[in-house]
């Protein structure tokens, strides 16, 4: 039933900034984490950032300090802020949706959307 469409992806500079937005469409239950993954070529998905319903934040070592994960519930959106990029963070990064309750729980993924740190 969810759909989630990423948007924000493109080109940056070293050091420079990009955002990245998720929209949620569907049934969002009350009990979710949201959140970003990215995947490298050659190299496994991996952990970026989560946002649980309730505002709390797990974020990827590589990334602490200079990226940031924002959560707006009524609009049911996730963004990504991404800060002091590198080339190590090309990548294609997709949208995370878990929801769960007691005894089940259900992922749901976007489509990806790339972010290419070159000068």
């Known amino acids: 039933q969810v759909q989630l469409v990423e948007s924000g992806g493109g080109l940056v500079q070293p050091g420079g900034s990009l955002r990245l937005s998720c929209a949620a469409s569907?049934?969002?239950?009350?009990?979710?984490?949201m959140g970003w993954y990215r995947q490298a070529p050659g190299k496994e998905r991996e952990l970026v950032a989560t946002i649980t319903n309730g505002g709390r934040t797990n974020y990827a070592d590589s990334v602490k300090g200079r990226f940031t994960i924002a959560k707006d519930d009524a609009k049911n959106m996730v963004d990504l802020q991404m800060n002091i990029v590198k080339p190590e963070d090309t990548a294609v990064y997709y949208c995370y949706l878990k929801v769960y309750g007691v005894g089940w729980s259900y992922d749901y993924w976007g489509q990806g959307t790339q972010v290419t740190v070159s000068s």
């Open positions: 569907g049934s969002i239950f009350r009990l979710n984490v």
